[in-house]
């Protein structure tokens, strides 16, 4: 076997989906310790294991690692995977590679629709945990219907009006979380715009990771099903039709399903950009398009993503906390120019 040939090959088994799955397992096992440790209180590694072994300990480290770090590092994994997962679906739905929950303004829906149930004092205790995620999913799928049907014209999107679209209504609902915001003298009130406006985890509970993580679940092993379809759905509406595929009826159901997720992982996280845009673009890069491959690789990559954009984001500036939002629009912001720009040389950002 000659040197190229044993190159190429290499290249191929590294590439294989398997193998990027192992990879990104032990990286997420890796950020997860690591999330575990490091902080304000910097804890050994191997206490920290022993910790969440339940071997014996000393100190504070119990109730750090157990109460405070680790139902963050959870909330993280979990909205870092749904993110990535609903970004790289998206991107399928509409079929442009700008698509993202953040940009396309069904994390800003989804956060509106919460402030707006803060704000108002919908129910108590119970009720408001019902309320709160049932709003933002309102939030994002009316978000998300608005910009695809402003986007769309004579059954055509370019990726000039989705953005234009996705803009707009981001402005709209920027501006109408800003005005609460003024209106309202409320000191809680205006923590709790501040969180959803910015995003971050700083705020997770062991009691508010079973909603997230069970939509999660659900929401994957069914996006995942559907994987051929949205396979299909990249050939184009007429090559779908022609192989037994109805797009406008699928498109519906899983814009819902995607909103569903979008919404109630906003709802305890504020609204984090750019992850559904990124992870999609850098897993189709190593697995390709396929979205059997895609969709589980895309989820592990953006927990692992998030996981440590959340760790710089606690340690950067400590004992000062930066929102984890703020880290991946900054790492996000510079990526979404670099597309916008190549999307322009192949398209051109015409209305």
């Known amino acids: 076997m000659s040197a190229e040939s044993a190159r190429t090959r290499l290249k191929t088994v590294l590439r294989s989906t398997p193998v990027v799955i ?25 206490e920290v294991l022993r910790t969440v ?14 109460e405070v770090r680790l139902p963050r590092v959870l909330l993280g994994a979990v909205v870092g995977a749904g993110l990535a997962l609903s970004g790289a679906v998206l991107q399928a739905l509409v079929r442009n590679p700008l698509a993202d929950p953040f940009l396309l303004g069904a994390s800003s829906g989804a956060s509106a629709g919460a402030v707006v149930v803060v704000v108002l004092g919908v129910g108590a205790g119970a009720a ?25 014209r004579g059954g055509t999107m370019t990726t000039g009006r989705l953005i234009l679209a996705g803009v707009a209504i981001q402005y709209v609902l920027s501006a109408f979380t800003s005005l609460i915001l003024v209106l309202s003298s409320r000191a809680e009130h205006v923590r709790a715009i501040m969180f959803w406006t910015l995003g971050g985890l700083g705020g997770a ?31 184009g509406e007429e090559g779908a039709r022609s192989l037994g595929l109805d797009p406008g009826r699928f498109r519906g159901l899983v814009f819902v399903l995607v909103s569903l997720i979008i919404g109630v992982l906003v709802a305890y996280s504020g609204a984090i950009g750019f992850v559904g845009l990124m992870i999609p673009h850098a897993a189709r890069l190593i697995v390709g398009a396929s979205h059997r491959r895609l969709l589980p690789v895309t989820a592990l990559g953006g927990a692992v993503f998030l996981l440590l954009a959340d760790l710089l984001a606690r340690t950067v500036a400590a004992p000062e906390e930066i929102p984890a939002g703020v880290v991946t629009a900054l790492v996000g912001g510079p990526f979404f120019l670099w597309l916008l720009r190549r999307s322009s040389r192949t398209e051109g950002i015409t209305g």
Not at 53 to 66: F, L, S
Not at 209 to 227: D, E, N, Q
């Open 53 to 66: 072994m339940g071997g014996e300990h000393t100190g504070a480290y119990p109730t750090i690692v157990w």
């Open 205 to 235: 509970r062991w009691d508010q990771l079973a909603l997230p993580a069970a939509v999660l679940g659900v929401g994957a092993v069914l996006l995942i099903s559907l994987a051929r379809p949205l396979d299909l759905l990249l050939t």
């Open 128 to 152: 408001t945990d019902v309320a709160l995620p049932a709003a933002a999913f309102a939030g994002s799928m009316v978000a998300l219907v608005a910009v695809y049907a402003m986007a769309r």
């Open 22 to 46: 192992g990879v990104l397992t032990v990286l997420l096992l890796t950020a997860v310790v690591a999330g575990l440790a490091l902080g304000p209180v910097r804890i050994p590694p191997g």
